[in-house]
């Protein structure tokens, strides 16, 4: 089926942020691991694997519009320091993420294309739990202190 070309620049464009974030996920999730923050390993890789399902279900859809995702281009990616700047960097692109998505249902509203509104929601809905979980990463560290927040991550089964 053939789709509207504006909605395939933005689809590919957010396939771009998927793709960048899987890398930078997977990077930190196992600099955590490297550090021996299991839980923290553990997390990040869950979302780096969240992201490989958006990438997915992006490729996907392009695909079903008769035409060819752009897999190829990747934006900057924010390797963070220390654990308190992974979780910092991965915040600020959650939260470009959830304005992206934000943006393209709109214009996937525009152009009558209410499959593709689905699809977007259903991503939007799980950027929004990454930002929670951002947050909540964030909220005990300025509560409890990197050091008391770390020692809890370290523990948990190693993979
Ligand atoms: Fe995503
Ligand atoms: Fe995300």
Known sequence: ????????????????????????????????????????????????????????????????????????KLNTIKIGKTVSEMIGNDNNDELDAIRSYNDAIKLARQVDDQGTVDLLTMILKMEEGHVDWAEIQRAQIDQMGIENYLANQSKGVTT
């Open 1 to 72: 089926m053939k789709g509207n070309e504006k909605l395939l620049t933005v689809l590919n464009s957010l396939l771009a942020d998927e793709l960048t974030a899987i890398n930078q996920y997977m990077v930190h999730s196992e600099m955590c691991e490297n550090w021996g923050y299991n839980k923290l390993h553990l997390d990040i890789r869950k979302q780096a694997m969240d992201e490989m399902r958006h990438a997915e279900w992006l490729i996907e859809r392009i695909i079903f519009f008769d035409s060819a995702p752009t897999v190829s």
